[in-house]
């Protein structure tokens, strides 16, 4: 393929260095290289700290593969192309999801005089660079090495990447699970994985050691409390990253909200459902997706958020850790009416206004501070795998030696990998090499 480079090295093994996420969430990046091609699997940003991207070290990439558009995975691209102009190939959906969330984080940092460590012009240059291909379809980018995109189940379009290669004659694999889920979602299919043994597979650790309440469960209670909180006359304020999660309430809601009260979306959800609709595949029943965008009224500027803030209904907003979008402007309307709760659907990073909320501390409003008097709920509906569907993700492809990344437990898993699954585990640190 043109662009692509011969590093030359004539190495027979395949070489993994761990540039992001590594004993750690954010920033996510691991750099694959072949001895003559060197890859990029994610490149992500810690968008809660300082907006850091991985360390390239000055490293040049021949391509780079994206497993999904959270910018915990994609918010670092435009650092790639500072230097150079390599192909990024992702999932059709992903495309306008990733660009749709960079501009946002580009608005963003520039309203709070934050500095990216990027440049604009190395954003569009990425934007002409995106090159999208479906799942389940071996794609030879160069002369010995393929890649192929299994769906993740996180988010639409998320995908765990198996990169394959001859290296030196010998067929060497890695599988890069990127953020995955296992268990039944009503937006989603379960995340799928390769059916034959891999060398090495580079998992997600988020929630290592920790079982998820049972879906079915977790909704009936969400709804009853959501319910509860209209019969008091009360406006439910529904908390909700825009890509993946809104969707998923949003079809909970649907199916099983039986108030006849109003139901409201605000904030980058919209522009989300809207770009759903261009790629109905990518969900598992776009009938009953559709069907639930049709039940809700989208929000259209301030003078309506001010009046749907009134009376009670559910509205459904960004952002899901109460960082900015309208969930502010409802915060401070609710608050001081004390006609409202909160409910946040999803973990809460440290530092942010959501982890604010549960510790009990004032939130970071307008410069200022906001002692917040409404009561308020935590409903994980998480899209990340259990520690049960982490394991048996495992040893369903039975690698030769597993990298735990992306988690705050990643020492601990891999020593629970080696006592207690007899695999070959390593939880690396920030910049370390591993063969294969």
Do not use: W
Not at 380 to 403: G, T, W, Y
């Amino acid at each position: 393929m043109n662009g692509i480079s011969t590093l030359g090295r004539g190495i027979d093994f395949l070489e993994l260095r761990f540039l992001g996420a590594a004993r750690e969430v954010g920033k996510s990046c691991v750099a694959v290289d072949t001895g003559e091609l060197r890859v990029a699997l994610d490149c992500g940003m810690k968008v809660h700290d300082h907006n850091e991207a991985p360390a390239l070290d000055k490293l040049r990439f021949d391509a780079c593969i994206l497993s999904h558009a959270h910018l915990d995975h994609s918010g670092g691209l435009p650092v790639l192309y500072k230097h150079e102009n390599p192909p990024t190939f992702c999932t059709f959906p992903t495309i306008p999801m990733t660009t749709l969330l960079l501009e946002d984080s580009e608005k963003l940092a520039q309203i709070n005089g934050h500095e990216l460590p990027y440049r604009r012009t190395d954003t569009m240059k990425l934007y002409r660079k995106f090159t999208p291909l479906p799942y389940n379809t071996p794609y030879e980018f160069f002369e010995g090495s393929s890649f192929e995109f299994y769906d993740a189940g996180h988010i639409p379009g998320s995908a765990g990447i198996l990169f394959e290669s001859k290296a030196q004659g010998k067929k060497k694999s890695v599988f890069y699970t990127g953020d995955f889920n296992s268990g039944e979602t009503r937006l989603l299919p379960k995340a799928k994985f390769p059916r034959d043994g891999v060398n090495a597979v580079v998992v997600e650790s988020t929630y290592a050691f920790r079982e998820h309440t049972e879906r079915a469960a977790l909704e009936r209670k969400f709804i009853n409390s959501v319910e509860d909180c209209l019969a008091d006359g009360y406006t439910a304020l529904v908390s909700s990253f825009a890509v993946g999660r809104s969707q998923e309430v949003m079809l909970v809601l649907k199916s099983l909200l039986h108030s006849k009260t109003k139901t409201y979306l605000d904030g980058m959800s919209q522009k989300v459902c809207t770009i759903l609709a261009d790629y109905p595949s990518y969900v598992k029943n776009y009938k009953a997706f559709a069907d639930a965008v049709k039940s809700l009224s989208f929000v259209n500027g301030g003078a309506m958020r001010k009046r749907i803030a009134q009376k009670p209904c559910v509205i459904l907003t960004t952002s899901g850790m109460l960082e900015g979008g309208p969930i502010l402007n409802y915060l401070k309307t609710l608050n001081k009416s004390g006609k409202g709760k909160i409910f946040l659907t999803g973990f809460q990073v440290e530092g942010t206004n959501g982890r604010k909320l549960l510790d009990g501390e004032p939130l970071s409003v307008d410069g200022g501070e906001m002692d917040v008097q409404m009561p308020f709920e935590h409903f994980d509906f998480s899209a990340h795998a259990s520690a049960k569907q982490l394991r048996d993700a495992i040893r369903r492809m039975n690698p030769e030696k597993v990298f735990c990344v992306h988690g705050d437990s990643c020492g601990a898993f891999a020593e629970d990998l080696r006592e207690n699954g007899g695999f070959d585990a390593f939880a690396p640190a920030l910049g370390e090499k591993h063969a294969i």
